[in-house]
């Protein structure tokens, strides 16, 4: 195993956490209905549910909070944001909004038409939904390594530029109201997407005349896979690697409870001033008056510092080196993950852990579930519980490719002993897999069900 770089911060504040005794976690299973989302969180032990929002903020944040300007117009703490997202992105204009979700669901209502069509690699959940709400059609074009867990392509988020053209073509220009591509791709396992492959497709949406927006939740790490694997970057600050990213695009979404490190907020940005009006009014409507988009003046000072501790070169190469240190203790303890380790969280492959459970009995809600028995750890299923739905003319369900348990690391919050402790849960587990047994709902929503659902054991 490579020897990563030790985590560059220590310690002043603490937030102690505790571990439940096994009976106590059997309860706390049974009360939940075997969903981890209903489970306390004072109740787990390392919370890998998610990395949006759950990172720890600096001392130059919490002191940049005592700064917050509360003006409901002009505030001081927005003139900071915006010098902050001017320099790292460079966009002629900007809004801040409560969260990415807020500033996808504003470009929506700007820009889509019912029937029309948005490309990317691939969509996040919450803007595939948000562009389904205002009648527009999300499609996914990313490489078909994409979907290979054991591949190791070492941009596995790139689109497919020809499928994309053959999209284009198919569908009609005049179709897509924007196209975008999601820095990196954490619907695909937070796999990377290179600086050649954004030229090319930034290329082909502008020789259609389709303006281009990155989702940049994670454009950071992003950045960071560009500078250590693509030709010609090793030498390159990432701010400069991240304004050469910005410079190909018309305006990126992004929720800045990723790479900003901050508890909440987004960024909604552009370059056209028609747009920047349309979308002002729509702020206006949503969120709040343009220079707090729904965020408290303390919260767009935390954003102003966080965007820059996001691009430190020492801290992006210890988050990304924590990510593949994970990955490589689970890989040693025999269990398969999508290869390779993507920027914020590991992938199990469940089915391979538990290959006598079949996927209608839900093998990764089974790890998930067990995970949390063997050492109290939270992650969250990714496979039938997720995806599995009826054909809509057959009526048979249609089983996704590939059942997983995702665990997302939360940004300067755990430390490597933590990841440690994970490595070796999950061993024990793997040691005593051929006990475990399926799931089947007692409950479940129509719509996004692995948030409520409820499960009884087999
Ligand atoms: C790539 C990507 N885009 C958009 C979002 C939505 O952001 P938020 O949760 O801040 O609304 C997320 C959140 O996980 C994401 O990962």
């Not at 038409?113 to 919450?126: E, I, L, R």
Request: proline share 6%; hydrophobic share 40%.
């Amino acid at each position: 195993m490579p020897i990563y770089p030790p985590e560059p911060f220590r310690i002043k504040v603490t937030e102690p956490i505790r571990l439940i005794p096994p009976a106590a976690r059997e309860a706390a299973l049974k009360e939940a209905g075997y969903n981890l989302f209903f489970i306390k969180a004072e109740d787990i032990f390392i919370d890998l549910l998610t990395d949006s929002g759950t990172g720890a903020m600096s001392q130059e944040q919490w002191s940049a909070v005592m700064r917050g300007d509360e003006s409901y117009a002009g505030a001081r703490s927005y003139h900071r944001l915006k010098n902050a997202v001017e320099d790292i992105f460079g966009f002629k204009y900007f809004v801040p909004t409560h969260q990415g979700r807020a500033a996808e669901n504003i470009l929506s209502a700007c820009l889509i038409k019912a029937g029309q069509y948005v490309p990317s690699n691939m969509h996040f959940d919450t803007t595939d939904a948000n562009i389904r709400a205002r009648g527009g059609r999300p499609t996914n074009l990313v490489i078909d390594e994409a979907f290979d867990p054991d591949v190791l392509h070492p941009f596995k988020g790139n689109m497919d530029i020809s499928k994309l053209i053959a999209f284009i073509n198919k569908v009609g220009a005049a179709n897509i109201p924007f196209g975008m591509v999601t820095v990196t791709n954490n619907a695909g396992g937070g796999q990377p997407v290179s600086m050649e492959n954004l030229k090319t497709t930034a290329e082909v949406y502008h020789s259609n005349g389709i303006p281009f927006f990155i989702d940049a939740a994670r454009y950071a790490e992003n950045c960071f896979f560009i500078k250590e694997r693509e030709h010609g970057y090793a030498q390159l600050p990432i701010k400069d690697i991240a304004h050469e990213m910005f410079a190909l695009a018309d305006g990126m979404t992004m929720s800045a409870k990723k790479d900003a490190i901050v508890n909440i907020g987004g960024l909604l940005c552009m370059n056209d001033e028609k747009v920047f009006e349309k979308v002002k009014n729509e702020l206006i409507l949503r969120e709040g008056f343009p220079t707090y988009g729904g965020l408290a003046g303390r919260d767009l000072e935390a954003m102003a510092v966080g965007l820059y501790e996001g691009i430190d070169e020492s801290y992006l190469s210890y988050r990304l080196g924590q990510t593949a240190y994970l990955s490589g203790c689970i890989n040693e303890a025999g269990i398969p993950t999508i290869q390779p380790a993507g920027g914020h969280a590991v992938y199990l492959n469940a089915a391979a852990v538990l290959p006598h459970i079949p996927q209608s009995e839900f093998p990764g809600q089974a790890l998930c579930v067990e995970l949390f028995r063997e050492g109290a750890i939270r992650g969250v299923e990714i496979g039938s519980v997720m995806f599995a739905l009826p054909d809509p003319e057959t009526g048979k369900i249609v089983y996704p490719k590939l059942e997983l348990l995702r665990l997302a690391i939360p940004r300067r919050t755990y430390t490597q002993s933590h990841m440690d402790y994970v490595a070796e849960t999950l061993k024990r587990i793997k040691d005593r897999a051929p006990s475990i047994y399926g799931y089947k709902f007692t409950y479940a929503p129509e719509l996004l069900r692995h948030f409520t659902a409820k499960f009884q054991p087999l």
